[in-house]
Nanobody, 122 residues
Framework: EVQLQACGGGLVQAGGSLRVSCVVS????????VGWFRQAPGKEREAVSC????????YYADSVKGRFTISGGSAKNTVDLQMNSLKPEDTAVYYC???????????????WGQGTQVTVSS
């Protein structure tokens, strides 16, 4: 059974840093992709970043490029999202998700972890 457990997040001032982590279990092999999504109040959920566990290719939304870094890989069962230079508009519930496949998917994830709140004060 595939399971994802998200942790981290919290409250930080603008310009600060936070890390959210996702512990992934239940996959056999490394042919899967892990993504981070976020949903702010009143807004649709959006893809923030993802990584292919087989070869470590990454995707970032334009809004977070240069500020966020995703790390993982099949040797680790944890996928981290390091968030630097945080802005108030980064405030949202962050979710990790996983799906089979080796592409940089931004949708149609099958497995989801619980959300973790990230709040950036101005």
């Amino acid at each position: 059974e595939v399971q994802l457990q998200a942790c981290g997040g919290g409250l930080v001032q603008a310009g600060g840093s936070l890390r959210v982590s996702c512990v992934v279990s239940g996959f056999t092999g490394d042919s899967y992709t892990v993504g981070w999504f976020r949903q702010a109040p009143g807004k649709e959920r959006e893809a923030v970043s993802c990584i292919t566990q087989s070869n470590g290719r990454t995707y970032y939304a334009d809004s977070v490029k240069g500020r966020f870094t995703i790390s993982g890989g099949s040797a680790k069962n944890t996928v981290d999202l390091q968030m630097n230079s945080l802005k108030p508009e980064d405030t949202a519930v962050y979710y990790c998700a996983a799906r089979f496949g080796t592409y940089l998917y931004t949708s149609d994830y099958r497995y989801w972890g619980q959300g973790t709140q990230v709040t950036v004060s101005s």
